[in-house]
């Protein structure tokens, strides 16, 4: 806990720009169509199994084994999860601590077709699983949830490029309507913004902003809160990630683990369209939802929230390493402003998490309020994507 507190202290010093001197004209190049970006890793999966996963700092020149796969695929699912539908083809539509989904097209209804990435612990799948998951449409690997691809060191992107090299063809994007086939080796080139942030802060009340703000001072009001943060939710695979830590970035989510490793808990940031069509999350305690300026697009799939920024990165051993204070400035951290703390500093988000007892049925008042008393919310950003 007091490694957290200095580096949350840290993370204050360098917000020298407060929300304050934010000027809502300066919106959103972050949400631009085309973002200029720069490649810090490539991903390899061998799609066989005991085909490898790999990963290459210098754009394929070398390339570092991080494990095997266990099960290939020979299918995508049609019946992608309602966010993908933002994602284009060819694309990685979501990124996690427990899955990695990639597009490949769109169905006439719009529906996303994808196929899967997961780590080790899914090869027997947990019981009642509450999120997407697609069994035959899916390569399984021996890597842990939490480390590696998987929010470790090397997680992709939403939006990141996904290639494929064949038997027979040179390496290219994925063709529309790809399948995976055996032996393929399918690549994720993991690319982030040139201009990449400091931090976002959004203030957690309704009609609060939602600002960008940059290393060299400049800020960019992106949004506006339509719905608060108040409680917490039995959100899956936030057992897979400790509380403070992004779980999940898709074009229609961003989830943060408020749990310690082995337990559930969690809020998400979700946009007004998706969360209108989902009904129940519109107005409820454990989603604060978010909306554009005006005169500006819907925020589904865009950029700085859900596209492009912003992935699960950490490991929980960093905080044993002798350069853990390099390690954490170098992963994403969320921490917040209470509304009862005068002082008005930065701290780590409230530890909060489900007992056994409430994994099922109602969610109980306390955990509904769990957040009342959070008045803003940070991600603070690698120094060093």
């Given at each position: 806990?007091?490694?957290?507190?200095?580096?949350?202290?840290?993370?204050?010093?360098?917000?020298?720009?407060?929300?304050?001197?934010?000027?809502?004209?300066?919106?959103?190049?972050?949400?631009?169509?085309?973002?200029?970006?720069?490649?810090?890793?490539?991903?390899?999966?061998?799609?066989?199994?005991?085909?490898?996963?790999?990963?290459?700092?210098?754009?394929?020149?070398?390339?570092q084994r991080l494990g095997k796969v266990v099960a290939p695929t020979v299918q995508t699912n049609p019946h992608g999860y309602a966010a993908a539908r933002w994602v284009p083809d060819g694309q990685v539509a979501a990124t996690a601590v427990n899955a990695i989904h990639l597009k490949t097209s769109t169905e006439a209804d719009g529906r996303a077709v994808i196929f899967s990435l997961l780590p080790k612990e899914f090869y027997s799948p947990p019981r009642d699983y509450r999120s997407y998951f697609s069994a035959d449409a899916s390569i399984y690997t021996d890597i842990p949830a939490g480390t590696g691809i998987f929010g470790g060191e090397y997680a992709p992107l939403v939006g990141n490029r996904v290639m494929v090299h064949r038997?027979?063809?040179?390496?290219?994007?994925?063709?529309?309507?790809?399948?995976?086939?055996?032996?393929?080796?399918?690549?994720?080139?993991?690319?982030?913004?040139?201009?990449?942030?400091?931090?976002?802060?959004?203030?957690?009340?309704?009609?609060?902003?939602?600002?960008?703000?940059?290393?060299?001072?400049?800020?960019?009001?992106?949004?506006?809160?339509?719905?608060?943060?108040?409680?917490?939710?039995?959100?899956?695979?936030?057992?897979?990630?400790?509380?403070?830590?992004?779980?999940?970035?898709?074009?229609?989510?961003?989830?943060?683990?408020?749990?310690?490793?082995?337990?559930?808990?969690?809020?998400?940031?979700?946009?007004?369209?998706?969360?209108?069509?989902?009904?129940?999350?519109?107005?409820?305690?454990?989603?604060?939802?978010?909306?554009?300026?005006?005169?500006?697009?819907?925020?589904?799939?865009?950029?700085?929230?859900?596209?492009?920024?912003?992935?699960?990165?950490?490991?929980?051993?960093?905080?044993?390493?002798?350069?853990?204070?390099?390690?954490?400035?170098?992963?994403?951290?969320?921490?917040?402003?209470?509304?009862?703390?005068?002082?008005?500093?930065?701290?780590?988000?409230?530890?909060?998490?489900?007992?056994?007892?409430?994994?099922?049925?109602?969610?109980?008042?306390?955990?509904?309020?769990?957040?009342?008393?959070?008045?803003?919310?940070?991600?603070?950003?690698?120094?060093?994507?």
């Open positions: 806990m007091r490694r957290l507190l200095l580096l949350s202290a840290f993370g204050c010093l360098l917000s020298a720009v407060c929300l304050a001197q934010v000027t809502p004209e300066a919106a959103s190049p972050e949400a631009a169509p085309v973002l200029k970006l720069k490649e810090i890793y490539r991903i390899k999966v061998w799609n066989q199994a005991g085909g490898t996963v790999e990963v290459s700092a210098d754009r394929g020149k070398n390339w038997a027979g063809y040179v390496y290219q994007p994925v063709p529309p309507g790809y399948v995976p086939w055996p032996e393929d080796r399918i690549y994720l080139i993991v690319e982030v913004p040139v201009d990449y942030p400091r931090e976002i802060e959004i203030e957690n009340r309704a009609g609060g902003r939602v600002v960008v703000a940059y290393f060299n001072g400049e800020t960019r009001e992106v949004g506006s809160v339509v719905f608060p943060a108040r409680g917490i939710g039995r959100f899956e695979g936030s057992k897979y990630a400790s509380a403070g830590r992004v779980r999940a970035n898709h074009a229609g989510v961003l989830d943060v683990s408020t749990s310690p490793l082995g337990s559930l808990g969690g809020f998400q940031i979700i946009p007004a369209g998706h969360a209108a069509a989902l009904k129940y999350a519109y107005g409820a305690p454990q989603w604060l939802v978010v909306a554009p300026l005006d005169g500006e697009p819907s925020l589904e799939g865009r950029a700085p929230l859900f596209r492009a920024f912003i992935k699960p990165d950490y490991l929980a051993a960093d905080l044993f390493k002798d350069d853990w204070e390099a390690r954490l400035l170098d992963r994403f951290l969320v921490d917040v402003k209470l509304k009862d703390d005068p002082s008005g500093r930065w701290r780590p988000l409230p530890v909060c998490e489900f007992p056994d007892y409430y994994l099922t049925g109602g969610v109980p008042e306390k955990l509904n309020n769990a957040l009342s008393n959070v008045a803003e919310i940070r991600i603070l950003f690698p120094v060093n994507p």
